[in-house]
């Protein structure tokens, strides 16, 4: 499964647990997807007591932390005292702030029509197609005031009600026909640092996100998240999602050259360069995982450093 794909699926458990979730507590299959939603600021971190801490082994108590050794140690009243991994403390909330901006982006909502909060967990984020889109957290909050919400004072039939996918066994149409119900982790699909909706079928759905490394746009993939250097490696290089929108906005402007301000604006990144998305720490100098990437920015990346333009070379 991809990263992106992975990601989408943690921001919708994080959606559906509300509030902040340790670390520990996220599937270690989907760390990958952590990361992915740290670098898009898609969640945010939770307040960290540093005089207590959770058990690691239990998960059932917190204890106080103190100093052993030279190193901090956690004292629970049932498994005992241990050393603290100070990374199973760290605890993490989605933005839902971040989630209905990338929504509306993904769905063309216009900036002027506005947001409101229906009721706790529930969103109305803007109208697609003339028909109300109703975000929520969870189906059953959506089902629990379905009388109000669909045909109370302002009538919302027909609307389209987006939610994760819900963690127990639910009803195929738990809203009877009165709105079409989509999956957040299936209508929807991470694509540079936003969303791109993918359909409102779920047969074309599963066939859109299914994950492309295929070189389609010259040497990058269909999302800009792989690219294929073939005198670096055999298989393509995995991008970031920053570096990827990076080369899209290089790429669709067609090997224009282009100022770093224009592109970074365009990418939505805060950096000044390009090259600051792309920098090897001393820690991961020598690892492919981050070498890769500097090394397609190397090779394709043309930079008139006395201009303060960029371009891609031998565009195609």
């Known amino acids: 499964m991809p990263t992106n794909k992975k990601a989408l699926i943690l921001a919708g458990l994080l959606m559906t647990r509300g509030g902040y979730s340790y670390e520990r507590s996220i599937p270690k299959g989907q760390v990958s997807g952590l990361k992915l939603l740290i670098e898009l600021k898609a969640i945010v971190p939770g307040p960290l007591d540093s005089r207590y801490a959770s058990c690691s082994f239990c998960g059932l108590h ?186 899209e906005v290089l790429w669709r402007y067609r090997g224009q050259p282009q100022s770093a301000e224009t592109i970074m604006n365009k990418a939505h990144l805060a950096s000044d360069k390009l090259i600051d998305v792309f920098k090897i720490k001393a820690a991961n100098r020598g690892d492919p995982t981050y070498e890769g990437p500097m090394h397609a920015y190397e090779t394709l990346v043309v930079r008139n450093r006395r201009m303060g333009l960029y371009s891609l070379s031998e565009f195609q």
């Open 62 to 247: 917190r204890g106080p932390v103190f100093r052993c050794d030279g190193e901090m140690h956690v004292q629970c009243p049932d498994c005992g005292p241990y050393k603290v991994d100070l990374s199973e403390q760290r605890n993490w909330s989605l933005d839902i702030d971040w989630m209905i901006r990338k929504l509306r982006a993904a769905l063309n909502i216009a900036a002027h029509v506005a947001i409101q909060k229906l009721y706790e967990g529930v969103w109305q984020i803007g109208l697609y197609k003339k028909r109300a889109v109703i975000l929520a957290e969870r189906i059953e909050l959506v089902v629990a005031n379905a009388l109000n919400l669909f045909h109370g004072k302002t009538p919302r039939l027909d609307s389209w009600v987006i939610t994760p996918r819900p963690l127990s066994r639910t009803s195929l149409d738990p809203l009877l026909g009165t709105a079409t119900w989509w999956h957040l982790e299936d209508c929807f699909a991470i694509h540079g640092n936003g969303l791109r909706f993918v359909g409102e079928e779920g047969g074309v759905i599963e066939a859109s996100v299914e994950p492309r490394s295929v070189a389609v746009h010259g040497p990058f993939s269909e999302t800009f998240e792989w690219v294929h250097i073939p005198d670096w490696s055999n298989d393509p290089i995995r991008l970031t999602a920053a570096q990827a929108a990076i080369f």
